[in-house]
Structure formats: structure tokens, C-alpha cells
């Protein structure tokens, strides 16, 4: 029945009897009554309680320990339980799901707010999960804490699902659990010394497979430093921005941009235009200059000028148009430097300046807005980062768009160097998506007989951890699935809120893999 915001449901068992849960015998003694309280999932966003009546029976068994017991309802109640099985199921896969303070809100708006710490200790009393031994295992770090504390996750490939968690990710910790788990065949990994020398005490066995992913990304890690050591070239040549310049002032004539020209536009403009045309309309009429200044409400020297101009454009022409300027002797420098691409007032004043130029800065300004607006530069296109470069190398040439795929070309045509990375980088690429391992030894004489010294520790990098390379290149399996769980583990850490530690951490990520979540 409906008590303010809380909905109470009152109940009794009606069983004839129960089961002791320690001999398993039936008994109908009753002993006592007693009323039990049951949090249950909300309805309606109301909080429901149970109010339970359960009996306390007497065990019939004289050799049982249990001398008296509480009956349970199945599906309902739990032993010590104050909330009910579906509620606690509820609550469990919230905890793994969210954890911490997340889990905690939104408990609270699903009407059965718990804490925090009770979410925690939901996954602590979780049973611990069971591990199997795949037969192709991937292995690889996370990290706990960035630059300090690092894990080792272990992924069966086969399902892409993991199979555990360690604590640290040294070489002793790793082989002790290859040890335990025997069975392994396959080992996707790193190429990290540690990793490979775990592989070899736990799993002398097993082969080893290095991961096409960690591959790639240690050569595009040469290829970025490469880039690094030509980045003067990335910048496209200044020549190309100022060659449309070049040729539009060898079209013009540039004496025009010491003349001015009629105002069109303006109040001004506007009014001599409509003085001019009313007073020529009159004089067509025959009317004399005086009636006309008279009519027109204008001085008689106005009208005269009026009068006297063959057209508008006359009168608005400036009263210096056509005279020398103190720039003039100047102005040839000026051309020069603005084709060469300095299109700065201040400095092309100083310039001039040093050249013996006596007049002020504003003219300069003024005329050079004038070639600004006559010849205007095109912004200089800003020079690809490092990183844009280093990601078109290594990216496949059909994902490239139209611009990007421009700019690279123009790129490889000014750095030879760069040229001869890229056609090392797809010679690689095609190894790797063909599994052409049986072709690597020649790919590595290729680049050892190039000038590319970041290649070239790369190449000695391979050498190191060669037959695990050349199976990387050559077998069907990679641990890519592992970048998505490390992603997952970040998300799960930053859940818990500092406020978990290792086994909390290892049992969500197991349990969440296994469906509960």
C-alpha cells in the first residue's frame, strides 16, 4: 500500500515447511516469527520495501549443528540479505559497470541510492572469477599510473576476450603465470625484451608473434623522425605564392597608382553629380548663368564651375592629381620588395627610410595600400606539422584526401629523403597486409643500403627479435584486440576515482568481459 513516497508491500511465507541448510532435512517446527524488511527495485521512481513475515524453524536432525534455521523464499531473500535477490543483482552489475561515484548517482536515480563504498564492496564479495589457458594469448602494458606503475593484460585472440591481469610487467611475474597455465602455443606481444624473455622461461614451447600493430607503430615512430630531420623542406617554396604577383605588375601599369581617380561613391559624389546635370539641363534651356545660380539657390562661381566642366567626373578629381610625389624616386624599390613578398608598411618605410626617404610613414602606408589592393598577395599556405606528414606517409594513399594527397607529392619532389621513406614505408605495408614475411630479408637490405639513418635503427630493432617479426608478418594473428581493452581499463580507472586498487580493478575488467556487466 501507497506511505508517502515509499511503496510497502507486507507479505508472509505460506510453506508448509522448510529446509535446513545444513543436514538438507524438511522440517514443519516452527520455532518463532519475526518480520524481515526488503529494499526492493523501484516502481514508478518510488522506493518499494518488502515487509517479509518469515518463520524460524527447529532442524529435526539430533546430529545436526543447526539447531534452529530461517526459512528462505527463493528469488527473494538471501541469508543476512536487506535487500532483495533481483535488487542485489541490480545493484552488483552497477558496480561493475560504473563503480565509485558514478554508480553511485545513478543508483540515486533509479529510486535505490546506495554509497560508493557500497558499490566497492559489492565487487569485493563478487566470486572471483575463473581463468582458462587460451591457446593463442596476447600480451601487453597498461597503464596504473602513467610514467610510474604499469600492468601486463592478458587476451585470448581467439575470443578477444582477457583472460588476466597482472600487477606489474616484469619478466619474473609474467613467466610465473605462463608456468601455471600451461598450454599456450601462440604469444602475441611487444617486441619488449622483458615480454620475450617471460615468453621463453614460462613458455619455451610456444611461438612467438610479434605484433603487427607495435610493428607499425615503431616504423612510423622512424618516420616521424626522419620527417624531423627535413622539416625546412615541409614549407612550400615562397616563389610559388608570388609568381601570380609577378606577373600581374609586369601587366600594369604602375603609374596609374600614383593618379587618383573621380570619387563614385558618397555623399559629395552624389550631390556635384546632381549640381552638374541640373545645371547643363537649364543651360540647354537657354536660361542664363545668374537665374540659374538664382533657381538653384548656388553661388555664381559654382555655377560657372558647374557650367565649365564637360562632365561630373572633372570636378572630382583631387586638386593634387597628376603632381610629383616626394615617394616617386622610391617607388621602383617599393615594386621590388613587394614582389618579393614584403607586404608590410612599417618595414617598407624603414627600408626606404635608410635609402634616404625624407618624407613621413603615412604616405608610404597610403601607397602601399594602394599595391595592396591593386596586386594582392595570397596568404602563404602554413607548412604541414611533423605529424600531419608523418601520418600521410604511413597512411594507405586511397585515405588520403585531394589536398592532402597535393601536398604531399609536392613534398616528396623537394626532399628526396622523404621520397625514399615512402617508398620504403608501402614496399612495408605491402609485407604486412599481404603477410609477405618470407620477403622481409630483402626489405631490410633495401633500407640498410639507403641514407635513412632513423630506418636504419629500426631495421637493427627488427634484427633483435627477427623470427618473431617474420612470424608477425607471415600468421593470421595480432593482438590489436588489446589497444580496445587498454582503452577500457583507462575508462574503468577513472570510474573508481582513486579509490581503487588492483584486485578491484582486475575483477571488473574479468567480470564485465564475462557478460555480467
Known sequence: MPDGELIAVRARTAAEGAVCPACGSLSARVHSRYVRRLADSAVGRRPVLIELQVRRFRCGQPFCRQVTFVEQVDGLTVRYGRRSAGLQTVLERLAVMLAGRAGARLSHALAAGVSRSTLLRLIRRLPEPGTSTPRVLGVDEFALRKGHNYGTILIDIETRQPVDLLPDRTTSTVARWLANHPGVEVICRDRSAAYAEAGRLGAPNAIHVADRWHIWSNLAEAVEKTVVQHRALLQEPHHSTTAPVIAAMKNTNLEQ????????????????????????????QGVGLRAIGRQLGLARNTIR????????????????????????????????????????????????????????ENVVKVYVAKLRESFPHDAPRKAPSVRNVTSWLTRHPDRLTDDQAQQLKAILVRCPALDRTAHHVRA????????????????????????????????????????????????RYSS????????????????MFGRANFDLLRKRVLLSARGRS
Open 257 to 284: 597608382l600614383s593618379s587618383a581617380g573621380p570619387r563614385t561613391t558618397g555623399r559629395l559624389s552624389d550631390r556635384v553629380r546632381e549640381q552638374h546635370a541640373a545645371v547643363h539641363a537649364l543651360l540647354d
Open 305 to 360: 564651375r558647374l557650367a565649365n566642366a564637360g562632365s561630373a567626373d572633372e570636378l572630382l578629381v583631387g586638386r593634387w592629381a597628376g603632381r610629383a610625389s616626394i615617394l616617386d624616386p622610391y617607388k621602383s624599390y617599393l615594386h621590388q620588395r613587394w614582389v618579393e613578398g614584403c607586404t608590410v608598411a612599417r618595414r617598407l618605410f624603414e627600408e626606404v627610410r635608410e635609402r634616404g626617404y625624407p618624407g613621413g
Open 428 to 475: 612495408f605495408a605491402e609485407l604486412m597486409n599481404n603477410r609477405q614475411g618470407k620477403h622481409l630479408d630483402q626489405w631490410l637490405t633495401n633500407v640498410r643500403a639507403d641514407d635513412l639513418p632513423a630506418l636504419h635503427t629500426f631495421v637493427t630493432g627488427l634484427d633483435q627479435d627477427l623470427d618473431a617479426v617474420v612470424a608477425g608478418l607471415s600468421l
Open 480 to 495: 590489436g584486440a588489446v589497444e580496445g581493452h587498454n582503452n577500457k581499463i583507462k575508462m574503468l580507472k577513472r570510474q
